[in-house]
């Protein structure tokens, strides 16, 4: 169950915080304000993708190992 929780935490921090960064700069360009919209829209982003990760790795990865499993027959 720790691990579950931890690989939430680790996917949905590394996403929000990539996708969160990209997305400012396509909505709002780099400029000194920069730094500090995207850190809002950061912890917005992981506030909400952190809980949705850990609720649905465990789902994700039941649908991978059968995906991989009809792949390899």
Not at 19 to 25: L, V
Not at 37 to 48: E, L, N, P, T, Y
């Amino acid at each position: 169950m720790l691990v579950k929780i931890i690989t939430g935490l680790i996917i949905g921090t590394g996403m929000s915080f990539i996708m969160s960064g990209i997305i400012t700069i396509v909505n709002t360009g780099i400029d000194t304000e920069y730094l500090g919209r995207w850190m809002k829209a950061w912890a917005i982003a992981w506030s909400i993708a952190t809980p949705i990760a850990i609720m649905i790795g465990p789902i994700a990865r039941k649908y991978a190992v059968s995906i991989s499993g009809y792949i390899s027959k």
